[in-house]
T-cell receptor, first 110, second 110 residues
Framework: DAGVTQSPTHLIKTRGQQVTLRCSPK?????VSWYQQALGQGPQFIFQ???????QRGNFPDRFSGHQFPNYSSELNVNALLLGDSALYLCASSYRVGYTFGSGTRLTVV | GQNIDQPTEMTATEGAIVQINCTYQTSGFNGLFWYQQHAGEAPTFLSYNVLDGLEEKGRFSSFLSRSKGYSYLLLKELQMKDSASYLC???????????FGKGTRLSVIA
């Protein structure tokens, strides 16, 4: 049973560029949440998708947007990248109680 | 607001027992999670508490006191591979996203 799959694993972008990260949830999970984790910090909630709609959002600017597809997979888009966007981006899928995290995408903005 | 506090760093000796504390103040409470995270990797689920008391799972135990807004993770018979960050996370409501603390970096020494 495949867990949560994220792609790509690593990414280097230049300031001002745009990036799209992808997540395939664990089989049977219908909710996807995205987190940003800076070095040495705990994950910070970006937003959550359920039934193809953004249901909840953390304290992140509109440069961060997302999408969920009918098969429950999800994308995270970040526009106008800043150096401070460099972080590990984690996707977590859930169904009721359990949360399963993907291995993350390490984004470096130079 | 949501606030979760845990010590930043701890050091313990191989074979010993260590207790990692977590206190929380959240808008609601619908479960507390502990995750283990090795450097650069995804968080992996350790334990879940929703009712007061102790949950034991092998070398790991987790305790919850909802009235005190307090939890701890107990690791017994420490091994070198237990060196990692330990994340305390609270789910404030039914299908709300997890709110994480900053994590406790545990170093196990010989």
């Amino acid at each position: 049973d495949a867990g949560v799959t994220q792609s790509p694993t690593h990414l280097i972008k230049t300031r001002g560029q745009q990036v799209t990260l992808r997540c395939s949830p664990k089989s049977g999970h219908d909710t996807v949440s995205w987190y940003q984790q800076a070095l040495g910090q705990g994950p910070q909630f970006i937003f959550q998708y359920y039934e193809e709609e953004e249901r909840q959002r953390g304290n992140f600017p509109d440069r961060f947007s997302g999408h969920q597809f009918p098969n429950y997979s999800s994308e995270l888009n970040v526009n106008a990248l800043l150096l401070g966007d460099s972080a590990l981006y984690l996707c977590a899928s859930s169904y009721r109680v359990g949360y399963t995290f993907g291995s993350g995408t390490r984004l470096t903005v130079v | 607001g949501q606030n979760i506090d845990q010590p930043t760093e701890m050091t313990a000796t191989e074979g010993a027992i260590v207790q990692i504390n977590c206190t929380y103040q959240t808008s609601g409470f619908n479960g507390l999670f502990w995750y283990q995270q090795h450097a650069g990797e995804a968080p992996t689920f350790l334990s879940y508490n929703v009712l007061d008391g102790l949950e034991e799972k092998g070398r790991f135990s987790s305790f919850l006191s909802r009235s005190k807004g307090y939890s701890y993770l107990l690791l017994k018979e420490l091994q070198m591979k237990d060196s990692a960050s330990y994340l305390c996370a609270v789910r404030p409501g039914g299908n709300t996203p997890l709110v994480f603390g900053k994590g406790t970096r545990l170093s196990v020494i010989a």
